[in-house]
């Protein structure tokens, strides 16, 4: 049966939920140390939450297709995959979750993160810092800091139970040790640092209506990277008003590097760009592009191409088409 | 007892399966250097550029890619694709604080991305200045 993702800030339940299973991931040892990775230093546990941090690092460091170059297209972003990429990640996450909750119904939650970026009324100013996303209480996820200091993820140097960041990217976007620290966020930075405002409900809105953008009844289109036109490209955020990207640049700090999975803020905003997907698929059909017809330089992000998935048998791996539905194993409470 | 591996649903699977992917290869000694290619009626365009780009005199071993747009993009910054590359490297010295530590007084500890050196939080920094320098001799996109 489906397990239902819910709006963070309208289910404390399922809130509360990822909270604690965040918190254990991040305690439980994945059995591997660094070095088993490659990352440079003392040998030390990794942990199971940190394994995302990791993944996300390494697929976006792999070029594809092997041997071009990952700044053009990777296989996580910049790219078609982006979004079944990131739902694969999410799948997983969401899986250990229910594990450690040992709660197989337990649905990860989304942060409708335009509704925070938008003003209450006509007139209004957006205030998306006074979200009761940040409240500095057990049950909410602190707002900002170097390091962050009060909610569920605050750091306290003493206690070894307190939230740390063990594993970042560099500024090569190569992975490392830190000593461990708390996290760091830093709101509405002005650019070319962040992003002063969150995306706004009409810029989600954006992704669904065809007399503003005509492209948007198409998944992607050629060149199928940072230029295309196309709903992926305007979710991911390097054309139109930012989307997905405009939220990394808003939250700042551990959100802006390579390693952003630090930040548990990270699977609910990216938990909310899947729900965006989503409601376009129950517009515009389960639809991708490019298909196998597409050149080898699209290698990896053509529809039954393999994704960075450990899902990778050889007779049914991972792929944008295999992903493209996904109603038999979650659903969301409301589709935009 | 040795960990399961060959099970889905418990971290071994994943971490092992994260250990064997190929690594990622980040040393970029030299000139940064993006290559832009382009079709126009028929003909094949390929613009090649190569960047020494230095922060207070030490050469910035960092990816820099160009988009046809002239955009800049690096791989440490995912979200971030500015018109600027002057922007681009000002965002990298933000974010990164313990690669670039100040010219003129050494530092050991470990921060994270900007994370601050005291023990007070700061809602807004003044970005307008800063004590870093960064170099591009080579500036396509006129200027840009």
Request: aromatic share 8%; hydrophobic share 35%; glycine share 10%.
């Amino acid at each position: 049966m489906a397990v239902v993702r819910r709006d963070i800030l309208r289910d404390d339940a399922a809130r509360a939920a990822y909270i604690h299973g965040v918190r254990l991931l991040k305690h439980e040892p994945s059995s591997l140390t660094t070095g088993s990775f490659g990352i440079p230093g003392p040998s030390r546990p990794v942990y199971t939450y940190d394994l995302f941090v990791i993944w996300h690092v390494l697929a976006m460091n792999t070029a594809v297709p092997p041997g071009g170059d990952a700044g053009v297209r990777n296989a996580a972003h910049r790219g078609p995959v982006f979004l079944p990429w990131h739902r694969v990640l999410l799948r997983w996450l969401e899986a250990h979750l229910q594990r450690v909750l040992d709660d197989p119904a337990f649905g990860l939650p989304y942060w409708n993160w335009a509704a925070d970026g938008s003003p209450a009324g006509p007139g209004g100013v957006a205030n998306p810092a006074a979200s009761p996303l940040w409240r500095n209480t057990p049950d909410g996820f602190g707002g900002q800091g170097a390091p962050v200091r009060g909610g569920a993820f605050a750091f306290r140097a003493a206690d070894p139970t307190s939230f740390r960041v063990r594993i970042a990217a560099n500024s090569s976007g190569a992975l490392r040790q830190v000593t461990e620290r708390g996290l760091v966020r830093r709101f509405g930075q002005s650019a070319p640092f962040g992003s002063p405002r969150l995306p706004r409900t009409a810029d989600v809105a954006s992704c669904f209506d065809p007399k503003a953008d005509p492209s948007v009844t198409d998944y992607d289109r050629d060149p199928f990277d940072v230029s295309s036109h196309g709903l992926r490209n305007r979710l991911e955020g390097f054309v139109g008003p930012g989307l997905h990207n405009q939220v990394h640049l808003w939250v700042g700090g551990d959100m802006a590097p390579a390693s952003s999975p630090n930040d548990p803020v990270f699977f609910v905003h990216h938990c909310n760009v899947d729900r965006i997907w989503e409601g376009w698929m129950r517009r515009n059909g389960r639809r991708y592009a490019p298909d196998m017809t597409a050149p080898d330089s699209l290698l990896g992000h053509r529809i039954d191409d393999p994704l960075v998935s450990p899902f990778a048998p050889a007779d049914k791996p991972d792929t944008p088409r295999g992903v493209l539905d996904s109603t038999a194993v979650n659903s969301y409470d409301v589709l935009p | 007892m040795a960990p399961d591996t060959s099970d889905a649903a418990q971290p071994a699977f994943l971490a092992t399966y994260l250990a064997g992917l190929p690594r990622p290869e980040h040393g970029h000694p030299g000139p940064a250097r993006s290559v832009r290619e382009a079709d126009v009626d028929g003909h094949r365009i390929v613009i090649a550029t190569s960047y020494e780009i230095t922060v207070d005199g030490r050469p910035l071993d960092v990816h820099i890619g160009l988009s046809n747009d002239g955009s800049a993009h690096c791989h440490g910054l995912p979200a971030y694709q500015l018109p600027s590359l002057v922007d681009l490297v000002r965002v990298l010295v933000h974010t990164f604080p313990d690669e670039f530590p100040p010219p003129t007084t050494g530092h050991d500890d470990e921060a994270g991305p900007d994370t601050d050196h005291d023990t007070h939080d700061h809602a807004h920094h003044d970005h307008t200045a800063h004590d870093h320098t960064a170099h591009d001799h080579s500036e396509p996109d006129g200027g840009r």
